[in-house]
């Protein structure tokens, strides 16, 4: 038996809306003893169930994997992880010829919240949010194993710094099966270092995918610069565009390091790129009417709503001087992963930004992330990344 949260009068309408979330000032009381990971069963003011879900200590108290009355098995997690690859399977994304990487299983947007699974070409990258996906991870990588058959060579765990920090129970980075055969990944056609050992997220951003193949079709003959460029993804697609020049920017040495082995392994020693471990923010200070396309796709500004308002000063500071410094018919991707940041709000800071340089500015592009990283029309909150792709006059 499972232990009930009872919610109070008139607060069951976000879960009837198959919202996922349950929020703690939502709950009346807890029936039975509940611990951070446990499978709950969430119920209205009068005891009808609407839920079950994984209890968590915070803000967000229960986060519903199943909206049925669903036994949580071996055979659960089977069907989740299956119709997750079976959906992607159908949009052509698993057998691609020149693509063999791509999101798994994105958490809401599979109906598994919680937890994220990357597949670099044979290794499986999870990485978990929540205790209670944490605790499941042995039945998860048996039904990675069970749906994916001779194509998973590893399961690679990613979750030690992104479980809640106060939660007694650990989950090591680390191998949870089999061995990877390679860190070499394509997409589409262009070759890829993966450090999902050492790198941020799962060890490279694959929601921005499509994004990069758009840059390609803007680059040919143009300087070229890249903001906040990690491992070189929109750099290799630059190259690939046949641009002049591509300059890749990031604080980071190590990040720089797997850009200009990314470059090598996609063109050898090409002088059109170049490469620069310093802070962005510096950088950009001295770049006027040198670029004709610029990307900004910086980190996370907002992780939680307390700090909104200054994210969005940095996203309006940082694209005031990628506009007022680009050349006249210059191209601006510009880009915000902040959850907390609506599309609106992001709108509004490139508006703030292009209005306070008095240069005239056209929207080419509204990006999002690809379909691998789906969202869940009932919580909006999913579409987490934002683009736009200006003209400046």
């Known amino acids: 038996m499972y232990a009930k949260v009872i919610l109070k009068s008139g607060k069951d309408q976000s879960a009837r809306r198959f919202h996922p979330w349950i929020f703690s000032g939502a709950i009346k009381k807890i029936k039975g003893e509940v611990s951070e990971g ?23 108290a229960v986060r519903i994997i199943s909206f049925t ?11 989740k992880i299956q119709k997750a690859y079976e959906y992607r399977k159908k949009l052509g994304i698993t057998d691609n010829d020149n693509t063999n990487v791509y999101r798994l299983l994105h958490a809401e947007g599979d109906g598994m919240p919680g937890v994220i699974i990357d597949f670099y070409n044979g290794t499986a990258v999870i990485q978990m949010h929540s205790i209670g996906m944490a605790m499941e991870v042995n039945k998860i990588v048996d039904a990675l194993k069970a749906v994916l058959g001779d194509k998973l060579k590893a399961v690679y765990n990613k979750s030690e710094a992104t479980l809640p920090f106060k939660a007694e129970f650990k989950l090591p980075d680390g191998l949870l099966f089999g061995e990877s055969v390679t860190n070499i990944v394509e997409e589409y056609g262009n070759k890829f270092k993966i450090s999902w050992v050492d790198g941020q997220k799962t060890g490279f951003f694959i929601d ?3 994004n990069r193949k758009l840059l390609q079709s803007y680059s040919k003959g143009k300087k070229v610069l890249n903001v906040f460029g990690y491992t070189g993804g929109f750099s290799v697609y630059a190259m690939q565009g046949e641009a002049e020049l591509v300059h890749s920017v990031d604080s980071s040495k190590k990040a720089i390091e797997l850009t200009d082995e990314n470059i090598k392994l ?9 490469s620069f471990a310093v802070d962005a923010f510096g950088f950009l200070e001295d770049i006027d009417d040198k670029y004709d396309v610029i990307i900004l ?10 700090v909104l308002n200054n994210a969005l000063q940095g996203y309006k500071r940082i694209n005031a001087k990628a506009i007022e410094s680009i050349k006249k018919g ?3 991707f510009t880009f915000s992963c902040s959850q907390v940041v609506t599309k609106e709000n992001f709108r509004k800071a490139v508006f703030s930004a292009a209005a306070s340089t008095g240069r005239n500015v056209k929207i080419l592009h509204q990006l999002t992330q690809p379909v691998d990283h789906p969202v869940n029309i009932y919580h909006p909150e999913g579409e987490y990344l934002k683009g736009l792709v200006v003209y400046v006059e």
Do not use: T
């Open 266 to 274: 996609n063109f050898g020693d090409d002088a059109r790129h170049k």
């Open 297 to 306: 796709d910086p980190p996370a500004f907002a992780k939680h709503h307390n």
């Open 69 to 79: 009355d669903s036994e949580i098995n071996e055979n659960f997690w089977f069907e």
């Open 208 to 210: 921005q995918r499509e």
């Open 38 to 60: 446990d499978i709950v069963e969430v119920y209205d003011n009068k005891e009808e169930l609407l839920g079950i879900g994984h209890f968590q200590i915070g803000s967000i």
């Open 330 to 332: 210059g191209i601006l």
